[in-house]
């Protein structure tokens, strides 16, 4: 016990945090920790044909059974947020106000990166599972790469879900108007993922498992870019020309002149 609160408060001093930041820290720990357990539970389920995998069925009838012409047509337009050339520009215009707004440079490029490292993981994982797509007949678009997971799903929830943990942290000062801005862009990540389902492209679980990667890689990127930034400490001439590791803290810490 005493070890554990002695490497908490070593933690602490190192990053320079309050009980706040301590707090945030061990929530964002634990919401990326359950996502991926998440993620690896429906990955099995999927490689096994069990679990959840067994009700997709009967999961995606319901949203094909309910479709009318308007409900489609909003489908269409919401699934182009999570299209990669409409996230690219949403993560490089983010960069640009964070940037702009005296952010520091690591946590102003924390959604492109967290989209760049979901879009990574996701392409791997489908080429691994190789999971087929809903029957053509399902399908009111045209896709050809693998089902599992949703890359729309992945890939918008890992920006939308960083920009707005970003924003809670550079733009943001009230807690009710961090926590919306974080409720806005996991909102946003949600409506492209159920858009995929009314199209008739992915699976449920397909969905579910982007979500929940897509919670994981946000989560992680931005907390791992924050914590770095909090690292920058003035360099010492005495200590010579600053190592690899201090170059890249302090690129990260730096901010707008």
């Given at each position: 016990?005493t070890?554990?609160?002695?490497?908490?408060?070593?933690?602490?001093?190192?990053?320079a945090?309050d009980?706040?930041g301590?707090?945030?820290?061990?929530?964002?720990?634990i919401?990326?920790g359950?996502?991926?357990?998440?993620?690896?539970?429906?990955a099995?389920?999927?490689?096994?044909?069990?679990?959840?995998v067994?009700?997709d069925p009967?999961?995606?009838?319901?949203?094909?059974?309910?479709?009318?012409?308007?409900?489609?047509?909003?489908?269409?337009?919401?699934?182009?947020?999570?299209?990669?050339?409409?996230?690219?520009?949403?993560?490089?215009l983010?960069?640009?106000?964070?940037w702009?707004r005296?952010?520091?440079?690591?946590?102003?490029?924390?959604?492109?990166a967290?989209?760049?490292l979901?879009?990574?993981?996701?392409?791997?994982?489908?080429?691994?599972?190789?999971?087929?797509?809903?029957p053509?007949y399902?399908?009111?678009?045209?896709e050809?790469?693998?089902?599992?997971?949703?890359?729309?799903?992945?890939?918008?929830?890992?920006?939308y879900?960083?920009?707005?943990?970003?924003?809670?942290?550079?733009?943001?000062?009230?807690?009710?108007?961090?926590?919306?801005?974080?409720?806005?862009?996991?909102?946003?990540?949600?409506?492209?993922?159920?858009?995929r389902?009314?199209?008739?492209?992915?699976?449920?679980?397909d969905?579910?498992?982007?979500?929940?990667?897509?919670?994981?890689?946000?989560?992680?990127?931005v907390?791992?870019?924050?914590?770095?930034?909090?690292?920058?400490?003035?360099?010492?001439?005495?200590?010579?020309?600053?190592?690899?590791w201090?170059?890249?803290?302090?690129?990260?810490?730096?901010?707008?002149?």
């Open positions: 016990m070890t554990c609160a002695g490497i908490v408060a070593a933690f602490r001093r190192r990053f945090l009980g706040r301590l707090v945030a820290v061990v929530v964002a720990s919401a990326s359950v996502a991926l357990v998440g993620f690896s539970q429906l099995d389920n999927v490689s096994d044909h069990d679990g959840l067994s009700g009967g999961r995606l009838a319901f949203f094909v059974d309910h479709r009318t012409p308007g409900i489609v047509e909003a489908a269409r337009g919401i699934t182009n947020l999570g299209s990669f050339q409409v996230l690219v520009g949403v993560a490089v983010a960069g640009v106000v964070l702009w005296r952010a520091q440079l690591g946590l102003a490029l924390a959604p492109l967290s989209l760049a979901a879009a990574g993981l996701t392409s791997a994982v489908k080429y691994m599972v190789n999971r087929p797509r809903p053509v399902l399908r009111l678009v045209t050809n790469e693998p089902s599992f997971p949703s890359g729309h799903a992945t890939d918008s929830t890992a920006l879900l960083a920009l707005g943990v970003a924003a809670a942290i550079v733009l943001f000062r009230r807690p009710l108007t961090r926590a919306l801005g974080i409720a806005v862009g996991a909102t946003v990540g949600g409506l492209v993922g159920l858009s389902l009314v199209l008739g492209v992915h699976w449920p679980t969905v579910v498992a982007g979500w929940a990667l897509g919670t994981a890689v946000a989560v992680l990127v907390t791992t870019s924050a914590l770095l930034v909090r690292l920058d400490r003035r360099h010492d001439p005495a200590r010579g020309r600053p190592g690899r201090e170059s890249l803290v302090r690129m990260a810490a730096r901010t707008r002149a």
